[in-house]
């Protein structure tokens, strides 16, 4: 029964996070003035992030109507990489799913055996361009810059509106729309949000900010995953948040067995 639980909350992880950047809502920004750039840049989503964190973490996930929850720890640090540590009886590790620069690990403690997989190797990062740079930003609470461009090209190329109690960055790539909402009041990102043409659609929202450090971090992180046939919802509730620069890949155990890539992603519903 654990394996089986931790196969279908992995199964969502990997689902949110592969399809990070096919993120979709419904809303629209009111159309009004542009905000100037230089608002922007001044705000915490921007230049005052926290470059890696850790916290207790409850996780509770829905699955198209099936419910399911389990506790673990939460680490990442900006260029270093996501840890997800699944403790079902918050006694013992269970499971760990990592997000690293280079590839995506996954270490199975029960069954005493790990995999890994490039971020190439998986068909919709591939043809999505997403890639470990937007998984991190996802979970530091900032705003993704792609790769070759600096934060004042990034925002000169991107529409930039105000929303009531929200200003909206948009940034289109390739066949996919990003938005990220910055509550103008704190300047925190409040929400990212995006559509892709498939209609695969992903809603990021954070809440309950607390101060950590010089900065505030949500507590509260929920992924919304919807599309034709597809329906879950993953919810991050986050306690003794601390910043935390230190990080280092699992080396798993000799005694365990390396799994292919393709037997990870049977496990992880993938094909």
Request: proline share 3%; hydrophobic share 45%.
């Amino acid at each position: 029964m654990v394996r089986k639980n931790n196969a279908l909350l992995l199964c969502l992880l990997m689902a949110v996070m592969l399809l990070a950047g096919c993120k979709s809502s419904k809303e629209t920004a009111t159309q009004s003035a542009k905000v100037h750039i230089e608002q922007i840049k001044k705000t915490t989503a921007v230049s005052g992030a926290l470059s890696g964190v850790s916290a207790k973490m409850r996780l509770s996930a829905n699955i198209n109507g099936k419910q399911l929850s389990s506790s673990g720890n939460l680490k990442a640090l900006k260029g270093g990489g996501v840890q997800l540590a699944i403790t079902p009886l918050g006694i013992f590790e269970a499971a760990r799913v990592e997000f690293l620069p280079l590839y995506v690990q996954y270490i199975n403690k029960i069954e005493a055996e790990y995999a890994r997989v490039d971020y190439s190797s998986i068909a919709l990062l591939k043809q999505h361009g997403i890639g470990f740079a937007l998984l991190e930003s996802l979970f530091l609470n900032c705003i993704d810059v792609p790769a070759g461009l600096s934060m004042d090209s990034f925002l000169a190329a991107a529409t930039i509106v105000d929303a009531g109690e929200n200003m909206v960055v948009t940034y289109k790539a390739a066949d996919i729309t990003y938005e990220y909402h910055i509550n103008k009041a704190t300047g925190l990102l409040a929400k990212s949000v995006g559509t892709y043409k498939n209609g695969t659609s992903v809603t990021c929202a954070y809440g309950k900010f607390q101060q950590v450090g010089d900065a505030q971090f949500p507590a509260a992180m929920e992924l919304t995953l919807g599309g034709a046939g597809l329906g879950a919802t993953l919810s991050f509730s986050l306690s003794r948040i601390k910043e935390n620069n230190e990080f280092a890949p699992t080396l798993p155990s000799a005694s365990y067995k390396k799994v292919s890539p393709e037997s990870l992603l049977k496990l992880l519903g993938g094909k």
